[in-house]
């Protein structure tokens, strides 16, 4: 079955699932990083970027928030771009763990691998295989041109983020030198750790993020520069996984209730996904016992509803002008 839209009325439906939602006390700060815990909770902005750059902006679209965790995408792709699909399997993995984002256990149960780049333990393992091997200068700067493309614009780093990180990443430590144990981290462990917690240090807007998930949608063009910054093929990557481990051990779930390829971060970000259509961004600091925002997901579910799109229907929807 089509469904027909036209950019007005989606912008209306933007604009109500933001009214609607914006009264949601539930949730609280994510309150073991210092940082976070102290965030203004009120905080709310969501975006949807087109792939032709088009894009609606509701609330506070334009504040600087921690990426955190969503940075695992673009180190993913990074990864993806140097060392192919492949590789990336057999050195990290694709497989939903089922667990919580910095779960131990999981290396164990994935026979020693760490499961997949969008948790914990593959992210730092994926950091680990950024180019080149050993600079730690010249892998953050291959890290921050990432995103930054990405993003369509330049991110800032937040050192007060980056100190709340460092002082409290005690478990991923462990997942650094667990993986090196099983010869599954590809660099020094207190490198790769080190620049994985300044990656989800980086301060992005949901206008960023939104552009970020639009380049994805337009299978690595961004819609902003017109540059393309991945092949197509890897579109369909990094969104299955996005899709099958995005909210952890809450994937399925998220799946089935929005029907949108999604990755969260702890400050309260939220980055979808709806190849060939447009990228959505949401943000409210107050997460729930997963660590995902409870406003930004209750605004994305609404919209997806009230406009009935999918990710396994979206050859059947039409965005007109």
């Known amino acids: 079955m089509e469904i027909r839209i036209t950019k007005k009325e989606l912008t209306e439906i933007v604009y109500d699932a933001y009214e609607h939602c914006k009264r949601i006390k539930d949730g609280k700060n994510a309150s073991y990083i210092p940082y976070l815990a102290k965030a203004n909770r009120d905080l709310f902005g969501i975006t949807l970027c087109f792939v032709d750059g088009d894009v609606i902006n509701v609330g506070n679209h334009d504040h600087v928030f921690g990426i ?23 050195m990290i993995g694709a497989d939903a763990t089922g667990l919580s984002f910095n779960s131990i256990l999981a290396i164990l149960l994935e026979n020693d691998r760490p499961s997949t780049p969008l948790v914990n333990a593959g992210a730092i393992a ?3 295989l950024v180019r080149p091997v050993g600079n730690r200068g010249q892998k953050w700067k ?4 990432n ?5 369509g614009s330049r991110t800032e780093f937040i050192e007060e983020l980056y100190q709340s990180e460092a002082l409290s990443n005690f478990k991923n430590r462990s997942i650094a030198w667990l993986l090196k144990s099983y010869n599954r981290i590809y660099d020094d462990p207190e490198l790769s750790l080190d620049l ?5 240090s980086l301060g992005v807007t949901t206008e960023q993020l939104a552009t970020f998930a639009a380049t994805i949608a337009n299978g690595g063009v961004n819609p902003m520069s017109g540059v393309r910054l991945f092949e197509a093929r890897f579109a369909p990557k990094i969104i299955s996984m996005m899709a099958s481990v995005g909210f952890y051990e809450y994937s399925g779930d998220w799946l089935f209730s929005s029907g949108l390829p999604a990755k969260t971060g ?14 959505i961004a949401a943000f409210a600091p107050p997460i ?19 406009t009935g799109f ?12």
């Open 147 to 151: 995103i930054n493309a990405l993003c």
């Open 126 to 128: 994926a950091v680990s």
């Open 196 to 200: 994985y917690t300044r990656q989800c």
């Open 310 to 321: 999918n990710v396994f229907e979206c050859g059947n929807i039409r965005i007109d002008e």
């Open 142 to 145: 291959a890290i921050c041109d």
């Open 68 to 90: 955190e965790s969503i940075s695992k995408v673009a180190t993913a792709l990074l990864v993806l771009k140097d060392y192919g699909c492949e590789t990336i399997l057999k």
């Open 288 to 306: 729930d016992e997963a660590g995902n925002s409870v406003k930004a997901q209750a605004v994305i579910r609404y919209l997806m509803e009230k």
């Open 266 to 279: 702890v400050s309260g970000g939220i980055m979808g996904v709806l190849p060939g259509l447009f990228g």
